[in-house]
């Protein structure tokens, strides 16, 4: 059994805002979002994680948003890979793709997170979550092996429309 620890924040929504969302109101919504076809949208797809990355570049950060994929070499967002490694130490990404490797020829499942979040100083992952969604096994996997072998720790974006102020926690995980 593996552990991980992360830290939760806790964001609050106003439920109007993601109605909004969900109409496709141009003022903001994304404009390359504006083009997808298909229910996405209409389903909320994409608001938290914008309202994650309006948060923290409110922060000084910047962030890649369901722009890069850690878990494969022939990824249609190579340019925001790319951007990333030259952040991350050529070593620690080589010892981390190895251990993707290793987990997924043993059968575990593994996810990118929705957030890439850094500046000048610092950086981590972040995955984000909203009503009943719930962190589920393959993301904690990629969170425990980004800490074990990029020295990367991850975060949990929670978000509700409950909550009137922003709440930070620590959460333990256990999976396999």
């Known amino acids: 059994m593996k552990t991980i620890e992360i830290e939760k924040i806790t964001l609050p929504y106003d439920k109007e805002l993601l109605l909004r969302w969900k109409d496709r109101d141009q003022s903001i919504v994304p404009t390359f979002m504006l083009g997808w076809n298909g229910p996405g949208i209409s389903n909320g797809y994409g608001f938290g994680e914008w309202m994650a990355a309006q948060y923290f570049r409110n922060l000084g950060y910047y962030v890649f948003a369901n722009e890069f994929d850690f878990l494969s070499d022939t990824t249609k ?10 952040i991350i130490d050529f070593d620690k990404r080589e010892k981390f793709n190895e251990a993707i490797k290793d987990a997924s020829e043993s059968g ?3 996810e990118n997170p929705d957030l890439f979040v850094f500046n000048l100083d610092t950086c981590f992952f972040a995955e984000v979550k909203k009503d009943k969604n719930r962190l589920r096994e393959p993301q904690m996997r990629f969170f425990y092996l980004a800490k074990k072998y990029l020295g990367i720790d991850s975060r949990l974006v929670y978000l509700c429309d409950q909550s009137k102020e922003i709440k930070y926690d620590r959460l333990t995980f256990e999976f396999v």
């Open 77 to 86: 967002f190579r340019r925001y890979n790319e951007m990333i490694k030259t």
């Open 108 to 110: 575990f499942r593994i």
